[in-house]
């Protein structure tokens, strides 16, 4: 009897170890954090940071947008400021230029000499200056001026500073101008040559300051010399600007120069300055039947205009008046009239060039 009871309790302890292996066996397949749990749980934070990342980065990118310095509205403010200025300067610049058109008929039309202004080129800024261009009805060349903004002061011509300090290899009169006073060759009785036509407005203005200087210094008479640049065709002078009335008066003023000296700057005075020829030969006193058959000999008007026209040719006379110390050196009235054709200028000139000065040299300037 006692062996079935000991049958039982091992039947109890088998049925316990079954029940402990099977709850054993579901713990090890649900019942722990096993690796299905793991993983999700390990997906869950990544998906988290990574959605958190996306977040900062949206968050981020939002607000350097926001903060961004607004270049293109920027730009172009700048550009439409700038068009703005540029219309505006030059709406001044026009007006400017419309004004001096207007005025300059007023100060060029004095200084023509007696002739007729035909046209005023439209002024062009150049350097600070205005440019411009004026036509005689008289003459076929234009002559280019220049004036400041405001009008106040007239330059008769403009030098290239490249040439003057003879940078751009030019042999011409200017590449070498002489610049002071000191620069200029001394001796004993210098002489300014002149080279003129009688056709050439700015000649006449020149003209007229020499006249005023000779009679303020009569002496002074003897040291300029006036000389006639143009052409030769066959038996006629012409004048330098294509005028043969020009070569005419060239002729007549080379005779009265060389045959009546006395009355030579009386004469130049009154002819440059818009007087008629017979009328001038009057007042200043020239005999007018002298200058007629000088006027037709080659022996002595025509040789001795000829012999100038070969001269200026010899130096390279491109335009008149042009200046020459002693028949040699170029030299700028302007230059020494501080930048405008006066009177003084020809005196200082020759002044500057004696090795002793003359006694007109001491005598004051006078007043313009």
Not at 214 to 236: F, K, S
Not at 252 to 277: K, L, M, N
């Amino acid at each position: 009897m006692n062996m079935p009871k000991k049958s039982n309790e091992t039947a109890a302890k088998n049925s316990e170890v079954k029940e402990v292996k099977k709850d054993k066996a579901t713990k090890a397949k649900v019942g722990r954090p096993g690796k299905q749990a793991e993983d999700s749980a390990k997906l869950d934070v990544v998906e988290q940071a990574r959605l958190e990342l996306a977040r900062l980065e949206a968050e981020a990118k939002n607000k350097s947008q926001e903060s961004a310095f607004p270049w293109g509205v920027f730009c172009g403010a700048v550009v439409l400021t700038l068009a703005v200025v540029l219309i505006g300067w030059k709406a001044v610049e026009m007006y400017q230029i419309s004004k001096l058109q207007a005025k300059l008929p007023e100060i060029v039309e004095p200084l023509g000499g007696g002739m007729t202004l035909e046209e005023i080129g439209k002024p062009v800024n150049q350097s600070g200056v205005y440019r411009f261009t004026i036509k005689f009805e008289e003459y076929e060349e234009e002559f280019t001026s220049y004036i400041t903004r405001d009008a106040k002061t007239f330059f008769v011509d403009g030098y290239d500073v490249d040439e003057l300090l003879g940078e751009s290899g030019s042999t011409d009169s200017s590449a070498t101008m002489a610049q002071s006073c000191e620069q200029l060759t001394k001796s004993e009785h210098p002489v300014l040559d002149v080279y003129v036509s009688s056709e050439c407005g700015y000649c006449k203005q020149a003209e007229v300051q020499i006249a005023q200087a000779v009679e303020e210094n009569p002496a002074l008479g003897e040291q300029i010399r006036l000389h006639y640049a143009g052409t030769v065709d066959g038996d006629n002078i012409i004048g330098f600007l294509g005028s043969p009335e020009a070569g005419e008066e060239n002729t007549r003023q080379v005779c009265i120069q060389s045959e009546q000296h006395d009355v030579f700057w009386p004469y130049i005075a009154c002819i440059s300055d818009g007087g008629e020829t017979q009328a001038c030969m009057t007042q200043a006193g020239v005999d007018a039947t002298s200058v007629n058959a000088c006027m037709a000999s080659e022996e002595r008007g025509l040789g001795i205009i000829k012999a100038d026209i070969a001269r200026a040719n010899e130096l390279q006379v491109s335009g008149t008046p042009s200046f020459f110390l002693n028949d040699t050196d170029p030299v700028s009235d302007v230059e020494f009239g501080g930048g405008q054709r006066v009177a003084d200028a020809y005196k200082k000139i020759i002044c500057c060039a004696s090795s002793e000065e003359p006694d007109f040299c001491q005598e004051p300037a006078a007043e313009e």
